[in-house]
């Protein structure tokens, strides 16, 4: 009970001191939100310079020859045909659009079936460029076709291999070939 006394004399009788408000908390709070604010900012420039300068997109538009070899198909008198065309590709950001005309077949025996114009087949070309950091960047092409017989849709799929060469594989509902394409820029 003394105890108890004496505690209520001492609350009653000191003065009470009141703390006051520590401003250092609120001050490296501020700080840590301007530092974080500024590396956030200071990251994204660096990006951007690698983005525009260090890792350009690749400009695809422009004429481009392509060759295609059929190496698998259902028609034999098909197996090691080379065709070529010559494509036009217009590239908008990351989507490609384009068309073009097949310029001629070359045989395995190396004889060739040129088209005039009036006798060309025209394509229509739509797609799109997928941009790889790390790796090989690749452009997939859907080909529509008017064919003389009946039309006809082919899909490539291409890997960048330097600013004026693509090269990968194909598949085509003509004669269900498939093969190997090469695309040089003009």
């Known amino acids: 009970m003394n105890r108890i006394l004496k505690f209520l004399i001492l609350c009653c009788n000191e003065p009470k001191v009141i703390p006051q408000t520590d401003n250092s908390f609120w001050r490296e709070l501020n700080i840590n939100i301007l530092g974080a604010t500024i590396g956030a900012l200071l990251f994204t420039v660096i990006l951007f310079?690698?983005?525009?300068?260090?890792?350009?997109?690749?400009?695809?538009?422009?004429?481009w020859k392509t060759i295609t070899l059929i190496e698998k198909t259902s028609l034999k008198r098909y197996e090691n045909l080379k065709i070529e065309y010559k494509i036009h590709l217009l590239q908008k950001g990351y989507e490609l659009t384009g068309s073009g005309e097949k310029i001629k077949d070359i045989k395995p025996d190396g004889s060739e079936t040129v088209f005039f114009t009036e006798n060309r087949v025209n394509v229509d070309v739509e797609g799109y460029y997928e941009r790889n950091f790390l790796g090989k960047s690749k452009v997939y092409l859907n080909i529509f076709e008017e064919g003389r017989k009946r039309d006809t849709r082919a899909t490539y799929i291409l890997t960048i291999t330097d600013d004026k060469n693509l090269a990968g594989t194909f598949i085509s509902t003509a004669a269900n070939a498939s093969g190997k394409i090469n695309m040089t820029k003009s």
């Not at 310079?49 to 004429?63: A, D, P, S, V």
């Open 49 to 63: 310079f690698l983005n525009e300068y260090i890792f350009r997109k690749k400009n695809l538009t422009g004429e």
